[in-house]
């Protein structure tokens, strides 16, 4: 039994052939390439910020052989729109051919009958017009896609026989509901759609969004949209203290940690207030001095040697607390010695002496992003987190830290504000 060569035809990117259409038309052309040129995102996107610098990521979204692609952001709900420029290489071409869009879980975009416009000799330009996918974004869901792959199909029999021509990614953020506008240090970066969504991609309740975003900070390790560890107090002595820094060098103080767990909230469009605590000692005084200082776990006490104020006689003194290389405290003497205690992202032992911290309270529980623990209550935080109390004087040159370890000896106070 022999086979019609009519179903044997097929059409083949890269070889010249004959095409024949089934209602007897034939045309006669080398066909060599087609591939998508450059590529844009449109309908309800959001901006997104560099992590660096701050500048919004301009467009197309996806350019041919570019070294980065953009990324593209949406807010459930809405549908993605695209629109594209093909390049087609045809000794002998058609007037015009058949484009289509395949996108991930049924998001294609329409067959569309397009003309051919010439760029040269045998090479054309395709116009593929801005067009919604076939599927919306389901409404309150989170979601994150690395990639939004789009297969760029096209047809020379209107639409009876497709071949692939090209494939183009890009990494697209959908947050539950429209983010919150940019205020302070709260900016719509990069990394914060892509922690916030990565973590909480299929997620569609605000409860279980914030929970998802948590588990970013649980095993003490927290990655930007490159996978690059963002480290708190990597160095002892950083001064970075707001997001922007955070992104920009990958290593920062506390304030950055909560900011970015609140940010990651904030940009999935889910409203807390009162969200923003500042604790330190509460004001007491002991030995005439004020107590302020406290040591987040682990240390370790030997023999106390301070003389003169028994409620706090442990003692170290120190000239420069921490010099370079900025990885050690430095005291002359120690009746108290910092261990490896609660690790920080990407930091074994950071930083662990402090007069303030700041962390973050959603719907009655304390988030501590910079450790990635949790506490019921601010009474509690001492009695779980914290090795001691103490205050500190100079004299002279010499700066003379008291301890104790008795955790009743004081408590926390807390200042509450909206970030």
Not at 128 to 153: C, H, M, Q
Not at 193 to 216: F, K
Not at 326 to 335: L, V
Not at 359 to 365: E, P, S
Request: hydrophobic share 35%; with cysteine.
């Amino acid at each position: 039994m022999k086979t019609n060569p009519l179903v044997k035809l097929k059409l083949i990117i890269g070889i010249c052939i004959i095409l024949m259409d089934f209602e007897g038309y034939s045309q006669n052309f080398n066909y060599a390439s087609a591939s998508v040129e450059n590529l844009t995102f449109s309908g309800e996107t959001l901006p997104i910020r560099r992590d660096v610098g701050g500048s919004f990521y301009g467009t197309p979204h996806w350019i041919s052989d570019a070294e980065e692609q953009m990324p593209v952001a949406y807010v459930s709900g809405n549908a993605a729109r695209v629109n594209a420029y093909l390049n087609f290489t045809c000794e002998n071409a058609p007037d015009s051919i058949m484009v289509r869009g395949i996108g991930p879980e049924g998001m294609n975009f329409q067959p569309r009958k397009l003309p051919l416009t010439a760029t040269g000799d045998d090479s054309y330009s395709i116009y593929y017009p801005s067009t919604e996918a076939d599927v919306l974004f389901t409404e309150n869901v989170s979601r994150f896609f690395k990639p939004f792959s789009i297969g760029w199909d096209i047809s020379f029999d209107n639409g009876g026989t497709w071949r692939n021509a090209d494939t183009t990614k890009n990494t697209v953020y959908v947050t539950h509901k429209s983010p919150q506008a940019e205020a302070g240090h709260f900016k719509w970066y990069r990394s914060v759609y892509d922690i916030s969504c990565r973590n909480a991609n299929e997620e569609s309740s605000e409860t279980a969004i914030i929970a998802a975003v948590w588990n970013e900070f649980g095993d003490q390790v927290v990655l930007n949209y490159k996978g690059d560890s963002l480290q708190y107090y990597g160095t002892k002595n950083t001064s970075n203290t707001n997001l922007g820094a955070l992104l920009t060098y990958k290593n920062a103080q506390c304030y950055t940690f909560a900011q970015l767990f609140l940010s990651l909230i904030k940009i999935q469009g889910i409203i807390r207030t009162n969200n923003y605590v500042y604790i330190t000692p509460v004001y007491s005084t002991s030995c005439g001095y004020s107590v302020n200082r406290f040591l987040v776990k682990n240390w370790s006490f030997a023999a106390p040697t301070g003389e003169g104020c028994p409620a706090y006689p442990y003692e170290n003194t120190y000239t420069t607390l921490i010099p370079y290389p900025y990885t050690d405290y430095s005291f002359i003497t120690a009746d108290v010695t910092d261990g490896m205690g609660i690790p920080g992202p990407s930091s074994p032992n950071p930083s662990s002496y402090f007069n303030n911290h700041q962390i973050a309270l959603i719907d009655g529980v304390y988030y501590d992003a910079c450790y990635g623990v949790s506490f019921d209550s601010v009474e509690d935080i001492p009695f779980e987190a914290f090795d001691g109390w103490g205050f500190r004087y100079n004299s002279g040159g010499v700066t003379h830290a008291r301890f104790t370890n008795d955790m009743g000896a004081t408590e926390l106070s807390q200042s509450i504000t909206t970030f």
